[in-house]
């Protein structure tokens, strides 16, 4: 790749006008991702606002709600609606809409707010999630037709405010994550009501004290009181998240606000820190040294051979990965700093990847798990995970982009899940795991499923050029390539699956080690029952490492 890109290439004059000035090397750098080069060139902006922002919450909450408000303090529950940990953020994140939108914030206060409305109007009805959804789809779609909805094009006198649209006068593109958080709200909201039909009001409020792991503070509802604007607004607009995310839950938002979460410390969120460093030193020097985002945007194919091309397109995939992970590690690590713990959205490198569904969970990881609380299950699960995947597929479509092309791609990934769905019904029964040779039939499907995946997404995030990109690496001289990088991938496997289980022997470690702890802490404690499945038998650890999964 090093060489692909090099100046000396005949190719190079084609792209040369994609790259910018670097400081690698005395190379060039590929900064023709628009993405990319937005937030790279504004990131000493964003760090600053993250410093000034995290110091003066600090500050707020030790002289303001530390001498205001003690008994939230000392008892958190006897504190119900708008917090005294979110007073600061509300007003932040209202000034901080305002100074992104402009004028254009009227149209977030609308939306949002009729959607609250119809949160506590229709909340606890059966077919209310309907009408959750109806709107916010509307919205969605109202909102990529009018672009942002220009003051002049409603009323010719009020076209003088278009100038006060704020530094993100496309306050639109970014509502799509916003959507996100109101859904949570209406279904929280909407679930904490039904509820109500089936447990007391006590008994449901008894659950909120003093949460134990992320799944109690996602599941369990808030105190009725805790459901109102303020911390609906605080949460919607939080400056950490608010642009990119990861997202979080309404619920385990307004949780962690009243109870901090323990898995939040200096040193974790130091290290946390250095590894963004890091990851973001690695991006440097992969566009210092290869261009694969110009070359692709350049899409002159016929000078390359099947081997480069296919580098060029595993990169640019890389390249996508490496960016989100970089953009969501700071905002993670902005509210990391800020004292909220956020599900870490890319949590396994995509090159460690062989399973579709084990791809889906880890990319995006937040949004995975959004999709699975309020689409998957209320669709029916398992039960329905057949023409589920579709519905699920087509939404994230429509939510990333209004386009054809990525329709095709969700529907291409859904129709992905069928073959590994049946692989993993029929090669998971004991009669094949059992076998010395399972891991070698796990390799095989795993490798047409990293072949599939690549092919997909370079379909639906790839530049205008990847229809001659693939008829190159598929043509009768990239048949010999294709057939030497089978092979290799499936050896790759191996050692994944090796990885595999050695994350899964330190899983069960641990797990024993809590369970001993329990049993024999001095406090009562109910015993800890355990079940056949739970022991590292040979099936289990195969399952965890091939198509039987």
Not at 75 to 86: A, E, S, Y
Not at 209 to 230: G, H, I, L, M, W
Not at 390 to 406: E, Q
């Amino acid at each position: 790749m090093y060489q692909a890109s090099s100046p000396k290439r005949p190719e190079y004059a084609g792209y040369k006008e994609e790259l910018s000035e670097g400081w690698m090397f005395g190379r060039m750098v590929d900064l023709s991702d628009g993405q990319w080069d937005t937030f790279r060139s504004h990131l000493p902006a964003f760090a600053s606002l993250m410093f000034v922002y995290v110091a003066m919450n600090w500050v707020f909450r030790l002289v303001v709600v530390r001498r205001v408000s003690r008994e939230f303090l000392q008892t958190p529950t006897k504190v119900r609606g708008f917090l005294p940990t979110l007073w600061f953020p509300f007003l932040f994140a209202t000034v901080f809409a305002i100074i992104l939108s402009g004028v254009s914030t009227v149209f977030i206060l609308a939306f949002t707010g009729v959607n609250f409305i119809l949160a506590k109007r229709f909340g606890g009805r059966r077919w209310a999630p309907v009408v959750f959804w109806v709107f916010n789809m509307a919205v969605l779609f109202a909102n990529e037709y009018y672009k942002g909805y220009e003051f002049g094009r409603m009323l010719e006198s009020l076209a003088w405010l278009d100038q006060w649209r704020g530094v993100l006068r496309r306050w639109d593109v970014t509502f799509n994550i916003t959507m996100l958080r109101m859904m949570s709200f209406a279904m929280d909201y909407h679930w904490r009501v039904r509820q109500e039909d089936e447990a007391s009001v006590r008994q449901i409020d008894a659950l909120v004290a003093n949460p134990k792991t992320e799944k109690d503070r996602v599941e369990r509802s808030c105190f009725a009181q805790d459901y109102c604007f303020t911390n609906y607004w605080a949460y919607l607009l939080y400056p950490p998240l608010y642009l990119t995310g990861p997202i979080i839950t309404f619920n385990n938002f307004v949780s962690q606000m009243r109870y901090p979460s323990p898995t939040i410390s200096t040193r974790h969120t130091i290290l946390y820190g250095l590894r963004l460093l890091a990851s973001a030193l690695l991006m440097e020097l992969i566009l210092h040294t290869v261009y694969c985002v110009a070359i692709s945007k350049w899409a002159q194919w016929e000078t390359f051979s099947a081997y480069e091309i296919s580098l060029f397109g595993y990169m640019r995939l890389s390249f996508i990965w490496l960016k989100l992970l970089i953009i969501w590690r700071f905002a993670r690590f902005w509210a990391m700093a800020d004292g909220i713990d956020t599900v870490e959205n890319m949590r396994r490198c995509m090159s460690n990847n062989y399973s579709l569904q084990q791809f889906w969970r880890d990319w995006h990881c937040s949004y995975n798990k959004w999709l699975v609380r309020y689409v998957y299950i209320p669709l029916g699960g398992r039960k329905t995970s057949t023409w589920n995947t579709f519905v699920i597929f087509t939404f994230v479509a429509l939510w990333h982009d209004l386009t054809m092309r990525l329709l095709q791609w969700a529907w291409i990934i859904a129709l992905l899940f069928l073959p590994e769905g049946l692989a993993t019904w029929y090669f998971g029964k004991p009669r094949w795991t059992s076998k010395p040779y399972f891991r070698l039939l796990c390799s095989l499907g795993g490798t047409v499923n990293i072949m599939a995946m690549m092919i997909a997404n370079l379909v639906g995030f790839g530049d205008e050029g990847v229809e001659k990109m693939l008829a190159k690496i598929f043509s009768r001289s990239g048949f010999a390539f294709l057939a030497v990088a089978y092979v290799i991938l499936n050896m790759y496997l191996q050692v994944v699956f090796e990885w595999r289980e050695y994350e899964y022997r330190k899983e069960y470690a641990a797990h024993e080690a809590s369970a001993q702890w329990e049993m024999t802490d001095t406090a009562p404690r109910v015993p800890v029952t355990r079940s056949a499945s739970d022991s590292p038998t040979l099936t289990k650890r195969q399952n965890r490492s091939g198509i039987g999964e």
